[in-house]
């Protein structure tokens, strides 16, 4: 647990008994079935599960971002005690804005292809009401550790790797100094050193600001040396949750069991991730 986790505190977003469904052409696909769940200040929460569990769904359930044909059945959502589904447009963007951050699945399509880096981040931070001269650009970019930032400022996604944009976009998430992160297999489209750095990278910052992390994974091994607690999906239901060290050693969830079996070659628990190190990409 972080030194802010603190299970006595208020969860940051609490779930309760939330069902989801999808309008498709071949009927009714139920993708979320009474999930609960509370996250904690300062956390760090991995949710795992295969392909189609409900996952995505799931987090997207936080900022109400769920996609038009996804319809919520029952249940709510709150985040810092607010129902989001009863915010109105102006309410949900605001708590959007100054509470939650959103880390993208792929980092280079969510930039804008037409846009300098510089840019990008300026209007990114601009309305949060903080400065935006070169100076304060510069040492966003240092923050996430790329190297060269006053090169960086003035390059377009399409001349960036997937590591530094993934960095940029970690700086324009935490820029707003969310108390929330949401990222969704965030290194999915990462190879594997540039995979670790990044998740480094999050864990990191995410320490340091008391956020909480909700880690959406596919990566078991992963989430065993960078994440406190692990909730499993299985076709739309949480069918367990608690400590990795518990959960990812001695599962009680059939589930679970296979998750882990398939697993290549599973490392050992560390405490601590792998050693800090600036930008290799
Ligand atoms: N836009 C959509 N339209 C119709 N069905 C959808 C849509 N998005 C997800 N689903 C369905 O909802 C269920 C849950 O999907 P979801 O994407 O939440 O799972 P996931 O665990 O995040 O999967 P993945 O790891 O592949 O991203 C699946 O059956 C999926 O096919």
């Given amino acids: ?3 802010a986790a603190d299970p006595t505190r208020d969860p940051v977003v609490r779930i309760d008994a939330l069902t989801a469904e999808y309008r498709t052409r071949r009927g009714v696909v139920r993708a979320l079935d009474e999930v609960s769940l509370d996250v904690r200040p300062g956390e760090l929460l991995a949710i795992v599960g295969e392909s189609g569990s409900g996952k995505s769904t799931l987090s997207q359930a936080i900022g109400r971002l769920l996609p038009r044909a996804c319809r919520l059945v029952s249940g709510t959502v709150r985040v810092l005690e607010r129902d989001v589904a009863a915010l109105d447009d102006a309410g949900i963007r605001r708590l959007r804005r100054e509470q939650l951050g959103f880390i993208p699945q ?3 399509a969510s930039l804008d292809p037409t846009m300098r880096i510089g840019r990008q981040l300026h209007l990114a931070i601009a309305p949060l009401g903080r400065p935006t ?3 304060t650009l ?6 996430v550790r ?21 960095r940029i976009a970690i700086a324009m998430a935490m820029a707003r100094e969310p108390r929330i992160l949401v990222a969704d297999e965030p290194t999915g489209s990462l190879d594997a050193q540039v995979r670790e750095e990044i998740l480094d990278l999050i864990v990191r910052l995410t320490r340091e600001s008391g956020a909480s992390l909700i880690w959406v994974s596919h990566d078991l091994g992963a989430v065993r040396r ?4 692990v909730c499993v999906m299985h076709r ?8 990795v060290s518990e959960v990812l050693t001695d599962p009680s969830h059939p589930y679970t069991r296979t998750l882990l079996a398939a697993l290549p070659s599973a490392p050992a628990p560390a405490a601590d991730g792998p050693d800090e190190g600036t930008e290799t990409t």
Avoid: Y
């Fill in 146 to 166: 790329i190297a060269d930032p006053e090169r960086a400022l003035g390059l377009f996604p399409h001349e960036v790797s997937g590591g530094m944009a993934q």
């Fill in 236 to 243: 739309g239901r949480i069918v367990e949750e608690g400590p």
């Fill in 226 to 229: 960078w994440c406190e607690r």
């Fill in 1 to 3: 647990m972080t030194a």
């Fill in 106 to 108: 792929d980092p280079i």
């Fill in 138 to 143: 510069v040492s966003l970019l240092e923050s």
């Fill in 133 to 135: 001269d070169r100076a």
